[in-house]
């Protein structure tokens, strides 16, 4: 197989996701998928009163993203997501990087960088 196979996944705000996925675009990212989750960290809280009850808020909405590239470069990718997530302030999100072993496309059962390809039907 050779070639290196990289996830890329990036946890941060819901605002800028449309700008990101344009980016990736004229880069040549083929394949994002994405999740709505929620996390915390750094970030406060908040408190929130309904029918007047009070609950503290600690988990915030997050995107999950998730990218694999093999030809792409990595740095590209990161360098991209920094630029457009980054505030400065907390809740910016993290991005997390892992060399795969494979990615086998389920329909064609191509392996590698061929699974990663969309080729038609």
């Known amino acids: 197989m050779g070639e290196v196979l990289t996830k890329i996944e990036i946890i941060t705000k819901t605002d800028k996701f449309d700008a990101f996925k344009q980016e990736m675009a004229k880069i040549g990212v083929s394949g994002i998928t994405v999740s709505n989750v929620l996390g915390t960290g750094l970030q406060k809280g908040y408190v929130e009163t309904y029918r007047g009850v009070k609950r503290e808020i600690t988990l915030h ?11 792409v470069p990595v740095a590209d990718v990161v360098s991209i997501a920094s630029k457009i997530f980054k505030t400065g302030k907390p809740g910016d999100g993290k991005i997390f990087i892992y060399e795969l072993g494979n990615v086998i496309n389920i329909r064609t059962g191509s392996e590698g960088h061929a699974a990663l390809k969309n080729e038609p039907v």
């Open 61 to 71: 909405d997050r995107l999950k993203i998730e990218i694999v590239v093999c030809e």
